[in-house]
T-cell receptor, first 116, second 110 residues
Framework: GENVEQHPSTLSVQEGDSAVIKCTYSDSASNYFPWYKQELGKGPQLIIDIRSNVGEKKDQRIAVTLNKTAKHFSLHITETQPEDSAVYFCAASKGVSNFGNEKLTFGTGTRLTIIP | DGGITQSPKYLFRKEGQNVTLSCEQNLNHDAMYWYRQDPGQGLRLIYYSQIVNDFQKGDIAEGYSVSREKKESFPLTVTSAQKNPTAFYLC?????????FGAGTRLSVL
């Protein structure tokens, strides 16, 4: 089955600096890669996703890059703000099957702390 | 107000007791999932259901059971066979692979 590794497990950055979180996956058939943000005591929320037919996607201060050859993808947050402090999870799946939605395999998470 | 509702928010289980966690969605999604979250271990899949009256085991199904009698509901029972049930449990539903999560239930053992 799919295996997703995520690094680093904790990350502290100064407010205004950039943060980068990296993930690798093992199954070359995976083609959908979402990122989730989880605040304390809440469920994860999707913040950005990328499908294998593109190499990069941006949404304001957040961007995700994908390298299918190397089987890794990264989350980039620029101009970090205190409200970016949370746990971030990457995930991978094979996309939508004929039967429905494929299950996601999650990384172990990165606790991001923004230092004011 | 559409979304996924999990209840209760906190739950306590006595030894030998079965407890049931509720998950309801009004998003009209076919697929639903249950995850267990432990510190430092990310989200691990317990059970998932692609359609009513059908469900499959995930990676850590032992000691858990589910039912899917209605599209809107996917309850999870933590049985007495689950020896280490203390965790944060998350329910999700999905469409086109995008998963939407509830706020979670924190289960503790008395």
């Amino acid at each position: 089955g799919e295996n997703v590794e995520q690094h680093p497990s904790t990350l502290s950055v100064q407010e205004g600096d950039s943060a980068v979180i990296k993930c690798t996956y093992s199954d070359s058939a995976s083609n959908y890669f979402p990122w989730y943000k989880q605040e304390l005591g809440k469920g994860p929320q999707l913040i950005i996703d990328i499908r294998s037919n593109v190499g990069e996607k941006k949404d304001q201060r957040i961007a995700v890059t994908l390298n299918k050859t190397a089987k890794h993808f990264s989350l980039h947050i620029t101009e970090t703000q205190p409200e970016d402090s949370a746990v971030y999870f990457c995930a991978a799946s094979k996309g939508v099957s004929n039967f429905g939605n494929e299950k996601l395999t999650f990384g172990t998470g990165t606790r991001l702390t923004i230092i004011p | 107000d559409g979304g996924i509702t999990q209840s209760p928010k906190y739950l306590f289980r006595k030894e030998g007791q079965n407890v049931t966690l509720s998950c309801e969605q009004n998003l009209n999604h076919d697929a639903m999932y249950w995850y267990r979250q432990d510190p430092g271990q990310g989200l691990r899949l317990i059970y998932y259901s692609q359609i009513v009256n059908d469900f499959q085991k995930g990676d850590i199904a032992e000691g858990y059971s589910v039912s899917r009698e209605k599209k809107e509901s996917f309850p999870l029972t933590v049985t007495s066979a689950q020896k280490n049930p203390t965790a944060f449990y998350l329910c999700a539903s999905s469409v086109l692979n995008i998963q939407y999560f509830g706020a979670g239930t924190r289960l503790s053992v008395l």
